[in-house]
């Protein structure tokens, strides 16, 4: 089965600029969780989707935003980018829901796109 | 939000050392993982543990879900094992992360 794939893998932007990062997960997984990775925050929660809803949002201003297709690929926006913004973006994709009674949630995480912001 | 408190923050072994990772957290959960970050920032997975015991290979965890905390062991390390293990939990669909354990083997 293949893995969790994010595109880009790098990516240079200026501020105010805006970025879409998008992430293929796993397939049969139907949830994709997005999580920014910085050295002074370290892994924050960003939003969760299923089914193309969007279930769960960490805190983080609303320049963030994402959607997911029918197919399950999920794309992240950033919008008004800050120098703050540079971080490792990751995906994450999970079956998100109940299998035989137990809510079975292992997360399996993309490579990664990393966003630098000058 | 829960809390998710990782223990050393930092671990120096020489190689064939065995190790024991600590993660403490503060409401229940319904999953808790560990993962190792590769140099490049992948997060590999090691293991789903949201109670009782696990081994793969050189690794084990135990996680005591009514105690609230998860313990990684690492025997016999390798200098491939260094990097920084991270815990993980969540009670939905919000995974809160530790600050990590950074790992450095020796040889």
């Known amino acids: 089965k293949a893995g969790v794939t994010q595109t880009p893998r790098y990516l240079i932007k200026t501020r105010g600029q805006q970025v879409t990062l998008s992430c293929s997960p796993i397939?049969?997984?139907?949830?994709v969780s997005w999580y920014q990775q910085t050295p002074g925050q370290g892994l924050q929660f960003l939003f969760e989707y299923f089914s193309e809803t969007q279930r769960n949002k960490g805190n983080f201003p609303g320049r963030f935003s994402g959607r997911q297709f029918s197919n399950s690929r999920s794309e992240m926006n950033v919008s008004t980018l800050e120098l703050g913004d540079s971080a490792l973006y990751l995906c994450?994709?999970?079956?998100?829901?109940?299998?035989?009674?137990?809510?079975?949630?292992?997360?399996?995480f993309g490579p990664g796109t990393r966003l630098t912001v000058l | 939000g829960i809390q998710v408190e990782q223990s050393p923050p930092d671990l120096i072994l020489q190689e064939g050392a065995n190790s024991t990772l600590r993660c403490n957290f503060s409401d229940s959960v319904n999953n808790l993982q560990w993962f190792h970050q590769n140099p490049w920032g992948q997060l590999i997975n090691l293991f789903y543990?949201?109670?009782g015991t696990k081994q793969n290979g050189r690794l084990s965890a135990t996680t005591v879900a009514t105690e609230r905390y998860s313990l990684l062991y690492i025997s016999s390390s390798q200098t491939t094992d260094s990097g920084v293990y991270f815990c993980?939990?969540?009670?939905?669909?919000?995974?809160?992360f530790g600050a990590g354990t950074r790992l450095t083997v020796k040889p």
């Open positions: 397939s049969g997984h139907r949830s």
């Open positions: 543990i949201p109670s």
């Open positions: 993980a939990v969540d009670r939905g669909n919000d995974m809160r």
């Open positions: 994450a994709s999970s079956y998100g829901m109940r299998r035989t009674g137990i809510f079975y949630n292992e997360q399996f």
